[in-house]
C-alpha cells in the first residue's frame, strides 16, 4: 500500500475510535478526508471541527461529488467491519471497483514508517498505550500516537508526533488486526478468551497472540504480562512484568490513599522509588509497570517516568469520575468482558470499603453475552444493587434465546432488575445509591449526562 500517491481518503465508519484517529492522521498530512457514519456523537462532532467533511445516511447521494469524480489511484477508501457488507456507500464503491481497504491494513502501512510500540490484550490496552504515549510525549519524545480511548491529558486519541518519531498504537486483537501492524517493541498485557465469535476456541485466541509477538524482530523487544497463557518460548527473551509474580519489571512497596497509589518498582534490580499513580484501580498499577519498561526501554529516565505518570490523567471512560462528592460517587468505565468488570467493581470497592455499590452493566454483543454468561453473573454479584440494559447489538444480530433476562436470572443477587435506557436516570434517582457505576462498550455513555443531570440538576463539564 502506497500512502504516498493517495489525494482523497473516505472512511466508511469514521465515527469509530480507530477510524477518528487515521481521519486526524490524513488530515495532519494536508489531505482532504471525508466519511460516514451512522450517527453524530462527539467524536464525529470533532472530526468535522478538524475539516472532515461527515454524512450520516448510508446513501450514494450523500457522498460527497468531489468523492465520486475521482479515480481508482487518487482515493483510498477505509472501512471497518462494523460496516454490513450490504451498506449502500459500501456497495457504491465496490461496484466502482475500488478497492477497500481495512482500517488495520492502512495503520499497518503506517507502522512501517516509525519505529513502532504496539500494545495487545483482551483488556489493559487502551489504558497502557495511553500511558506510553503520555510518557514519551511529556518527555519531549514526541510520539505518533494512536490510541483506543480519549486521552484525558490531550483531548483526543491521536497525537500527530513528528517524521522520525516513535509510534504508539493501541493492537487491536479482533478479528486478527493486530497481525498487520510492524512493531519494534510489542507489549502484551492480557490474553483471556474473547471474540469467540471470531476465534471460536480461545487457543486460536492464544495462537493469533502468539502470531504478534513473533511480528518483533530480533533487535526489537517483546514485553509480556508474567503468567499468561502464551508459548513459554516467547518468556524465553521477553521482558516480563507483574505486581506479585516473579518478573524482571516488579512491583515493591505499594500504598493507596484516596484512590491514588504511590509504589516503587524494581526494573531489573534497578530500584525506582516514589512513584504516584494519579487513578484509581489496582489494575492500572499493573498498566503502568508495562509502560514504564516500554519508557526505560525507549531511553526515558527514572525522573521523566516519575514525572509523566504523576501528571497521566487517564483515558475518558477507563475508571473516570463523573461526580465526585462525599454524598455521592459517579464512576463510568468501559469494562465490557466479565474480567474488567471484576477488577473495576473490585477497585470500587477497595477505595469505598463498606459502602453500597450500585452498577449498571450493558452487555456488548449478543455473541459474548452467550459465550460468557458464567462469567458475567460472577462479577455483578459483587455488586449490591444491579441494574441491566439490553444488549448492545454493535455489529451482531439477534441470536434466540440470548437476553438480559437470561443473564440477569443467572446473577446472585437480592436487588437486581432490568431497565431500559429511557428509563435509567430516573430508576437511579429513585434508587439513591452512594455509589454509582455504569459499566459497557456500547452506547451506555450517551446516558452519562442525563444521569449525572438527575444527581446535580446541572450538567457536568466531561
Known amino acids: 500500500m502506497n500512502l504516498e500517491n493517495v489525494k482523497y481518503i473516505y472512511l466508511l465508519g469514521a465515527g469509530g475510535i480507530g477510524m477518528s484517529a487515521l481521519a486526524r492522521y490524513f488530515r495532519e498530512r494536508g489531505l482532504p478526508v471525508a466519511g460516514y457514519d451512522r450517527l453524530e456523537t462527539g467524536l464525529t462532532k470533532a472530526l468535522e471541527q478538524s475539516g472532515v467533511q461527515m454524512t450520516y445516511s448510508d446513501t450514494v447521494e450523500t457522498i460527497p461529488l468531489a468523492v465520486k469524480s475521482l479515480t481508482i489511484e487518487d482515493i483510498l477508501v477505509i472501512y471497518t467491519p462494523a460496516i454490513p457488507f450490504d451498506s449502500v456507500q459500501k456497495q457504491f464503491f465496490v461496484q466502482k471497483g475500488i478497492p477497500l481497504v481495512k482500517r488495520s491494513q492502512v495503520l499497518g502501512a503506517i507502522s512501517l514508517e516509525h519505529p513502532t510500540i504496539a500494545v495487545a490484550g483482551t483488556h489493559g490496552k487502551t489504558t497502557t498505550s495511553a500511558m506510553i504515549a503520555h510518557l514519551l510525549e511529556h518527555a519531549g519524545k514526541n510520539p505518533v500516537a494512536f490510541m483506543g480511548g480519549i486521552s484525558a491529558n490531550y483531548g483526543t486519541n491521536y497525537l500527530p508526533g513528528s517524521v522520525n518519531s516513535l509510534m504508539v498504537a493501541e493492537a487491536d486483537e479482533y478479528d486478527r488486526s493486530f497481525l498487520q501492524l510492524h512493531p519494534t517493541t510489542a507489549v502484551i498485557t492480557s490474553v483471556d478468551p474473547d471474540h469467540l465469535d471470531i476465534y471460536h476456541e480461545s487457543t486460536q485466541l492464544i495462537d493469533s497472540f502468539a502470531a504478534f ?238 444521569i449525572s443531570h438527575e444527581f446535580t440538576q446541572k450538567t457536568p463539564m466531561l
Open 213 to 450: 509477538a513473533h511480528l518483533v524482530p530480533q533487535e526489537g523487544k517483546l514485553i509480556l504480562k508474567a503468567g499468561l497463557a502464551l508459548p513459554e518460548e516467547l518468556y524465553n527473551n521477553a521482558l516480563t512484568y507483574h505486581t506479585s509474580l516473579s518478573a524482571d519489571v516488579r512491583l515493591g512497596e505499594c500504598v493507596q490513599q484516596n484512590g491514588n497509589y504511590h509504589f516503587e518498582v524494581d526494573f531489573c534490580g534497578e530500584k525506582i522509588p516514589d512513584i504516584m499513580l494519579g487513578m484509581a484501580g489496582f489494575h492500572n498499577v499493573e498498566n503502568a509497570l508495562a509502560a514504564i519498561a516500554a519508557a526505560k526501554i525507549h531511553g526515558l529516565t527514572n525522573e521523566q517516568i516519575r514525572a509523566g505518570l504523576k501528571s497521566f490523567l487517564g483515558v475518558k471512560r477507563r475508571f473516570e469520575y463523573i461526580i465526585r462528592r462525599e454524598d455521592f460517587v459517579f464512576i463510568d468505565d468501559y469494562a465490557h468482558h466479565p474480567e474488567e468488570l471484576k477488577a473495576c467493581i473490585r477497585s470500587v470497592k477497595a477505595i469505598y470499603p463498606g459502602k453500597a455499590i450500585t452498577g449498571v452493566f450493558q452487555p456488548h454483543l449478543f455473541s459474548r453475552t452467550r459465550d460468557f454468561y458464567q462469567g458475567f453473573a460472577d462479577s455483578l454479584s459483587e455488586l449490591d444493587t444491579v441494574v441491566l440494559l439490553d444488549i448492545y447489538p454493535a455489529r451482531e444480530l439477534p441470536i434466540p434465546g440470548v437476553s438480559s433476562a437470561v443473564l440477569l436470572e443467572m446473577i446472585n443477587s437480592d436487588k437486581k432488575m432490568l431497565c431500559t435506557k429511557a428509563a435509567l436516570p430516573a430508576k437511579l434517582k429513585e434508587l439513591k445509591p452512594a455509589i454509582l457505576l455504569t459499566m459497557g462498550a456500547g452506547d451506555i455513555d450517551q446516558l452519562v449526562i442525563p
